[in-house]
C-alpha cells in the first residue's frame, strides 16, 4: 500500500500570499497518478489536479500541480479567500487506493 | 450538470446492515466506473470500492472485503452499495463518486462527488 503523506498539517497563510502544499509517497506512484481535492467544511470533495499537473474541469489557473515519482505539490499562486479549505492528495495508480491525511489551508 | 444524489444512511446497531443507494443523472450512467468513497467524522478521505461500467471489474478496500457488496442497475442509472456486519469504525460519510475517465475499466479517480449519507453504527 502507497502511504501518501502530506505537510505541512497546518499552513497560515493570508490572501494574496502564494500556498505550497506537498505530498510525499512512500514509493513512486504510478504514471504518476497523482490528484488534488479540495474540501469545504460540510462539502463534498472537489477535483482540482490531476496526472500530477492536470487543471480539471473550470478549475482556476492560480491552482497548480507539479512533481513526480514520490514528491508531489500544489501550489496556489494568490490565494483567494474561498481557497481556505482542506487539501487532500490521491493517488490512483494502484490498489489500495490511498489518500493523504490532508492539509488545512486557514487564514493567517 | 452532472448529478450524484446518495441515500440510505442512518442509524444501525453493531452487526447490523444497510443499502446505500446512488441516483445518477446528467451524464451516461452505463459508461462510467463508479465508486464509494468514506469519511469518517472529523477525519480524511478513505476509498471504500469501484465498479466498472458493465460491472465486469469489481474492488474493495481490506477494511470492508467480505462485509460490503457493491453494484449497479444501469437500466436504473443507479449505485448500491450493501453493508453488512456494521462496525463502530464505518461510521462515516459515504460519497458516491464518479470516475474520471470514460473507460471500461476503473481509474478511481473521482472527478464528480454526491453529498454523501451519513452512516451512524452504535448500539
Known amino acids: 500500500e502507497i502511504v501518501l503523506t502530506q505537510s505541512p498539517g497546518t499552513l497560515s497563510l493570508s490572501p494574496g500570499e502564494r500556498a505550497t502544499l506537498s505530498c510525499r509517497a512512500s514509493q513512486s506512484v504510478s504514471s504518476n497518478y497523482l490528484a488534488w481535492y479540495q474540501q469545504k467544511p460540510g462539502q463534498a470533495p472537489r477535483l482540482l489536479i490531476y496526472g500530477a499537473s492536470s487543471r480539471a474541469t473550470g478549475i482556476p489557473d492560480r491552482f497548480s500541480g507539479s512533481g513526480s515519482g514520490t514528491d508531489f505539490t500544489l501550489t496556489i499562486s494568490r490565494l483567494e479567500p474561498e481557497d481556505f479549505a482542506v487539501y487532500y492528495c490521491q493517488q490512483y495508480g494502484s490498489s489500495p487506493i490511498t489518500f493523504g491525511q490532508g492539509t488545512r489551508l486557514e487564514i493567517k | 450538470e452532472v448529478q450524484l444524489v446518495e441515500s440510505g444512511g442512518g442509524l444501525v446497531k453493531p452487526g447490523g446492515s444497510l443499502r446505500l443507494s446512488c441516483a445518477a443523472s446528467?451524464?451516461?450512467?452505463?459508461?462510467?466506473?463508479m465508486n464509494w468513497v468514506r469519511q469518517a467524522p472529523g477525519k480524511g478521505l478513505e476509498w471504500v470500492s469501484s465498479i466498472s461500467s458493465s460491472s465486469s471489474y469489481i474492488y474493495y478496500a481490506d477494511s470492508v472485503k467480505g462485509r460490503f457488496t457493491i453494484s449497479r442497475d444501469n437500466a436504473k442509472n443507479s449505485l448500491y452499495l450493501q453493508m453488512s456486519g456494521l462496525r463502530a469504525e464505518d461510521t462515516a460519510v459515504y460519497y458516491c463518486a464518479r470516475d474520471g475517465f470514460l473507460t471500461t475499466v476503473v481509474t478511481a479517480l473521482f472527478d464528480y462527488w454526491g453529498q454523501g449519507t451519513l452512516v451512524t453504527v452504535s448500539s
Open positions: 446528467g451524464f451516461t450512467f452505463r459508461s462510467y466506473s
